[in-house]
């Protein structure tokens, strides 16, 4: 299917528009979770403390990842193996740490320096599986915010949701901009099992006869969340 916007025709074979459905994934064995963070700030400092929560299987050794979203800093901490680099935080349990059971819980304690405003961390990940958030509204999540793909190139983004889903929802796509863009006729379903894991969305820029760089943007949606986008940025070979 074609969708004609701009001064170039757009090769809107998107998710929503095409007719391959991608199957729900079958039950599984999953880690999920969900943090309740908080933070006290004064001038130049604060204390922060993150409950997460097993909603999953039980986790016999974990590792917590989240990323800072300012020039924030961990100085000291109180439990676990912590390291941070850059505005990435991991954090691990040490080795004779006991089971979570579903519906445990772990809390992590820390204190830190920022400068500017101290805004809360995102990207909490528990063994490599989002975590939702609370307070959080549910959204579409895409990463990155901007692809750059060179005239006749590929390239790729990701999608997951915030929260789980009542029950399998598909996920919508729209594309407005220039360009010439190709991609493949599928619809991708998010379920209460696979929401949280990132499914790759692949996307080619097709050989046109301008001479200047194409972009275009790619809306995300699903009912009952809020939407996000995606840049595509080309960079023209002519």
């Not at 594309?175 to 696979?194: E, H, I, K, M, Q």
């Not at 275009?216 to 009912?223: D, F, G, I, N, P």
């Amino acid at each position: 299917m074609h969708l004609r916007i701009g001064r170039l025709a757009l090769v809107a074979v998107l998710a929503g528009f095409g007719a391959a459905v991608v199957p729900a994934a079958a039950a599984h064995a999953a880690t999920a979770c969900e943090v309740t963070y908080t933070a006290t700030s004064w001038s130049g400092g604060f204390t922060a403390s993150a409950q997460i929560k097993n909603l999953g299987d039980p986790w016999n050794g974990y590792t917590v990842e989240f990323r800072f979203t300012g020039d924030q800093t961990v100085t000291s901490s109180w439990n676990h193996i912590w390291s941070q680099s850059g505005q990435a935080v991991t954090v691990r349990s040490g080795p004779y740490a006991a089971p979570v059971p579903t519906g445990g819980s772990i809390w992590l304690g820390f204190n830190g320096r920022y400068s500017g405003v101290n805004t809360p961390p995102t990207g909490w990940r528990v063994n490599g599986v989002a975590c939702s958030v609370t307070g959080q509204p549910q959204a579409v999540i895409a990463e990155p915010d901007t692809v750059t793909i060179p005239e006749g190139g590929g390239g790729s983004f990701t999608i997951r949701l915030s929260h789980p889903p009542a029950q399998q929802v598909a996920l919508g796509m729209s594309l407005s901009g220039t360009g010439v863009w190709a991609s493949p006729p599928v619809v991708l379903l998010f379920t209460p099992n696979n929401w949280s894991t990132p499914q790759s969305y692949p996307v080619m820029s097709m050989q046109d006869s301008d001479t200047v760089d194409d972009r275009a943007v790619v809306t995300l949606s699903v009912t009952g969340y809020t939407p996000d986008t995606v840049v595509l940025q080309q960079v023209d070979d002519d």
